[in-house]
C-alpha cells in the first residue's frame, strides 16, 4: 500500500485537512455520548447505528492525521510513550473513579473501573505488539531528540521546522514546552 503520510504537510491543504480532523474527531465523540444516551433511553438500534458512525468518523479522523504527517511514519517511538500513558492511566482512572464514588456517584465510578482495566490492558496489547513487530531501536547518535516534559514523546529532528502551530502528538502541547535531550 502506498503512503499517504504527510502528503498534504506543508501545502496549501494543511490547514483544511487539519480542520477536517480535527471535526471528524470530535464527530467521533459526539456519536458515541449520543449513543451512549441513547442506549440509557432503551434504544439499543439507535445505539448501535450511532456506534458504528462513530467508528466511521474515527477512521476519518485517522486517515486526515496521516495526509497532514500529523504522528510519525516510524510510530514505534510513539507507540512505546503510549505504551507508558496506558499503563499509568490505569492507576489515575482508579484515582479518579473513587473520588467519583466519593462524591456519590458509584455508577459511573463502576464504569470507571472497568475502563481503568481496559487502559492498563492497553499497554500490555502495545507491548505484545512491540514483542511481534518493532524493529531494532533508531540510532539518534548525531541527532538533536527533543523530549515533552509533560508525556514523554521523544521527537527527533529539528523541531523548529515544525509550523509554529505544531503540538505533540500525544498530549497536544506546543513545541516551546520541549527540552532539547543531553546524548
Partial sequence: ????HGLTKGTELEP????VMQAEANGTMMYYALARLAKEQGMDDVAETLIRSANQEAVHAGFYSVLNGKY????WALLETVKKAEIAGE??????????????FAAA????????????????????MQKKYKPAKVDTTGQKVYVCPI?????VGDIS?????WTCPLCGRPKNVFKEKAQ
Fill in 91 to 104: 492507576a489515575q482512572v482508579k484515582e479518579m473513579a473513587e473520588k467519583v464514588r466519593a462524591a456519590g
Fill in 109 to 128: 465510578a463502576d464504569e470507571m473501573e472497568i475502563f481503568a482495566k481496559q487502559e492498563g490492558h492497553h499497554g500490555v496489547v502495545i507491548e505484545e
Fill in 1 to 4: 500500500m502506498e503512503s499517504l
Fill in 72 to 75: 510519525p511514519k516510524d510510530f
Fill in 161 to 165: 521546522k515544525e509550523p509554529e502551530d
Fill in 16 to 19: 483544511m485537512i487539519k480542520a
Fill in 151 to 155: 508525556c514523554g514523546y521523544e521527537y
